[in-house]
C-alpha cells in the first residue's frame, strides 16, 4: 500500500518534505519506520514471516512488526497502529520501551533503493500467542522462538536464506535488550 511519508536527510532529520512511499523507494530517500520486538517473560522472541507478496524480502522473517510511520504521525501512535494491523493486539503508549533508532540502507533493485530510520521498540507480550490474528496481505506467519535459537540464527547472519539481512550490529542490541530484561 502506498501513502504519503515524511523524507529525513542522511542524519535522520526531518527536512518538511513528504513523498509518496513508492517515490521514496524508487530515489533512495530515508524517511522513518518503527520496529516492534515482541518478546515473553519465558524468554521467546515473536518473529513474523513477511507475506509471499512484498516487494522486498518475501517469506523471510523478521521484526514482530514493522511499518512506515505516515507523514505527520506521532512515533508512538505509527507503531500502535501497526501493531494492531499486522498481529490485533491493542497496547497503551506505556507499554512501548524505546531502544533505539537504526539506519538502514537496502539496495534491492535499481529502481528500489530503501533508505530507513527503524524507531525501534520492545513491548513484552501480554497475550496469548494463539490470540494473535495476522494481517494476511502483510504477514505470512508468526512464530515464538526462544531468544537462544533466534540469536544463534542471526548473529553473525548465519541463517541468510531465513531472516531478512539486518546488521548484526541491529540483532545484537535487540538480542541484548531483550535478555537483560528476562533477569
Known amino acids: ?30 524517511h522513518p519506520t518503527v520496529h516492534i520486538w515482541f518478546y515473553t517473560v519465558s524468554g521467546r522472541i515473536l518473529i513474523q514471516q513477511r507475506s509471499r507478496n512484498k516487494d522486498v524480502f518475501p517469506l523471510l522473517w523478521d521484526v514482530s ?9 506521532d512515533i508512538e501512535t505509527s507503531a500502535i497502529r501497526e501493531i494492531q494491523e499486522e498481529i490485533g493486539v491493542t497496547i497503551k503508549p506505556e507499554a512501548l520501551e524505546k531502544i533505539g533508532v537504526f ?19 520492545l513491548c513484552k507480550l501480554e497475550v496469548p500467542f494463539h490470540t494473535l490474528q495476522k494481517q494476511e496481505s502483510e504477514v505470512e506467519n508468526l512464530a515464538l ?7 544463534q540464527e542471526t548473529w553473525g547472519l548465519a541463517n541468510l536464506q531465513k ?3 539486518h546488521s548484526t550490529v541491529y540483532y545484537k542490541t535487540i538480542i541484548k535488550a531483550i535478555k537483560s530484561r528476562l533477569h
Open 1 to 30: 500500500m502506498d501513502e504519503l511519508i515524511d523524507i529525513l536527510d542522511a542524519d535522520g532529520n526531518v527536512t518538511g518534505k513528504t513523498a509518496m512511499k513508492s517515490e521514496a523507494h524508487r530515489y533512495g530517500w530515508f
Open 65 to 73: 512488526v514493522a511499518g512506515h510511520i505516515g507523514s505527520g504521525e
Open 103 to 121: 539506519k538502514s540502507i537496502h539496495k534491492h533493485s535499481e529502481q528500489l533503493l530503501d533508505c530507513e530510520y527503524h524507531h525501534t521498540f
Open 145 to 151: 522462538v526462544p531468544l537462544l535459537q533466534f540469536s
Open 163 to 165: 531472516y531478512v539481512p
